[in-house]
């Protein structure tokens, strides 16, 4: 069983930055992509970041040049460094894992982050 778990959520002031940790049970280069999401109060979740086993980023056009995903795959780790938090950053952030075969998706229980001054 693979588990997710994150850490380095909390309180920040607008402008301020966080940085979001995900330590994997399991060797991530056998996932095609690790990814960031996020669920605010209301809404859905929605992808904010990703990055595959080669490197290649992606990033949702509401946090681009504001937060930055990079892997330590000697770790199993995955991060998401977030600069100039707006207060709508404010959500549930969740790490993701991905594979080509099920089961697809592996999640962790999230973390919470609030842009709040």
């Known amino acids: 069983q693979v588990q997710l778990v994150e850490s380095g959520g909390g309180l920040v002031q607008p402008g301020g930055s966080l940085t979001l940790s995900c330590a994997a049970s399991?060797?991530?280069?056998?996932?095609?992509?690790m990814g960031w999401y996020r669920q605010a109060p209301g809404k859905e979740r929605e992808e904010v970041a990703r990055i595959t086993t080669g490197g290649a980023t992606n990033y949702a056009d509401s946090v681009k040049g504001r937060f930055t995903i990079s892997r330590d795959n000697a770790k199993n780790a995955v991060y998401l460094r977030m600069n100039n938090l707006k207060p709508e950053d404010t959500a549930v952030y969740y790490c993701?894992?991905?594979?080509?075969?099920?089961?697809?998706?592996?999640w962790g229980q999230g973390t919470q982050v609030t842009v709040s001054s």
């Open positions: 993701n894992a991905y594979r080509t075969w099920s089961p697809n998706d592996y």
């Open positions: 399991t060797n991530i280069n056998s996932f095609y992509r």
